[in-house]
């Protein structure tokens, strides 16, 4: 029998078709994170496993919603959660006392340390892609949230839940979806003998991750772009990325492979190209479109102006450049940047305020990497046995991500909220 409709996370147990048949449940509808997980291999001895893989990782993720920031955290978490939390992870029942047993500290490190950090990242980035496509159906249906009541905005805001900065909620919604690729490393994860390791992330433009690996020791970034990709469909969307990632053979690939859009940087990593862009008549285009963001005693102008891509330009794809100019005041002390860019956007297909917003919106994976670093203190973490790092950068991706599509604004706040009560938890 599947488990009650109160609880969001939905074994599906004993149905021949849960591994492809979606349980929806709440307003945004919830498949089965158990039946998700069970897609990971688990790298332990078949003999002596007192704790299967999808209630262990399931019951760390379900620590980390709650803010635990270490392994030690997550066992003193599990180990004071209610009955109720580990029966629906699937924990195993003692045979003297009748009562469910989660996984101790130790279990949790072992298995962490050896597990497969590319088969976690694939099947939690599939797990969220399809929560994603559930919250999209479900407000579609809803249409209009109605206003809220006093009572139920001090409860959105307790949960981090409250709106948006002005500025931010004026800000241009350009025409095609948008994700964003860029890097992290886990700097508190080195050793003596090991290098910390570095991250590839791919996010969406609603601040979900959707796929993760791991750059190997001796390579870089460029050669794990397409890699990433590769699992996501990508058509129509357009892919921003650091200059780093201005490469030729990533244009084509994603023009003719993934039938996707790029907005690339030029910097003097592309010396022929950068010298052909600085070079175009600037002075004479005309600012389309601007925006201004106010905050917290800062100001920020930005100006874009477009040009059609010069003819004989040396890289595939390109329909229009631009250049950017950002203009920032901070307590009287004013900075100016210039950046140039490639698109292969027509004008048809992107205006120049569409054009600002993909550039304005890349940023969020910069966010992304600031909640792991300040909210989550992952460069602070002494963690570095094994794959644990990385397992422990995936649940933080995770619970951002779970928190974005609940419409979540401040992150610090609603781990705080989700610590009070399990129930919580369970509804993510």
Sequence with gaps: ????ASLLINAVQDQPDSSTRPVLLGRNGQESLVTALSEVPDPRDARGIRHQVPTVVGLSLAAVLAGSRSVYAIGQWIA????????????????????YVGPDEKTVRGLCARLDGDALDAAMGRWLQRRVLAAARA?????????????????????????????????HQPRLPQVAVDGKTSRGAKTAECAAPHLLAALSCTGVVLAQCQIARKSNEIGAFIGLLTPLD??????SADAMQTQRKHARWL?????AHFVFPVLDNQPGLFDRLDALAWADVPVTAWSVDEDRGRHELRTIQVLPAPPGLKFPHVAQVFLIERTVTTKGKT???????VTSLTAAQADPADLLAYVRQHWSIEVLHWIRDVTFSE???????????????????VVVSLLRIHDTVNIAAALRYNARKNRRILKL
Excluded at 1 to 4: E, K, V
Excluded at 255 to 259: N, V, Y
Excluded at 335 to 341: C, G
Aim: aromatic share 4%; with cysteine.
């Design 234 to 239: 990508l058509v129509d969307h357009v892919v």
């Design 139 to 171: 407000r579609a249906r809803t249409g209009v949230r109605p206003s809220r009541g006093r009572k139920a905005r001090r409860r959105a805001k307790a949960a981090g839940q409250r709106l948006r900065r002005a500025s931010t909620r004026r800000r």
């Design 379 to 397: 460069d602070a973490s002494r963690i570095r046995t094994g794959n644990t790092p990385r397992v422990m950068a995936t649940l933080r991706n």
């Design 255 to 259: 023009r003719e492979e993934k039938k």
């Design 335 to 341: 900075t100016y940047q210039a950046m140039l860019y």
């Design 80 to 99: 004071g959660c209610s009955q109720k939390t580990l029966k629906v992870f699937g924990a195993r029942v003692d045979p003297v006392t009748g009562r």
């Design 1 to 4: 029998m599947p488990a009650p």
